[in-house]
């Protein structure tokens, strides 16, 4: 989704100011680009919001606790997939 809004107002964008944005590229400068994305639309860059009691740390335990499924049972191994067939 992020990649078609960004592919949708670069075109937009490339119609009105060719020039100035041709001379970027936003494969291997995208910093660049999005500067003057910005520029050209009048956004300003915002910085993240910070939430009390949610970090990177645990956000990442509570995704991997709904990830896991506790009553998980390792399926027994079928004997035609065994190796030690004989």
């Keep these: 989704m992020r990649h078609?809004?960004?592919?949708?107002?670069?075109?937009e964008i490339q119609s009105r100011s060719r020039s100035r944005?041709?001379?970027?590229?936003?494969?291997?400068?995208?910093?660049r680009m999005w500067t003057v994305l910005r520029q050209l639309t009048g956004r300003r860059q915002t910085t993240a919001s910070?939430?009390?009691?949610i970090t990177a740390e645990t956000l990442n335990e509570h995704y991997a606790a709904i990830s896991t499924d506790q009553e998980y049972v390792t399926p027994?191994?079928?004997q035609s997939a065994s190796r030690l067939r004989q």
């Design 76 to 78: 027994t191994m079928k």
């Design 4 to 11: 078609y809004f960004f592919i949708t107002m670069l075109h």
């Design 50 to 53: 910070v939430v009390d009691g």
């Design 21 to 31: 944005l041709a001379k970027i590229d936003g494969r291997t400068d995208a910093k």
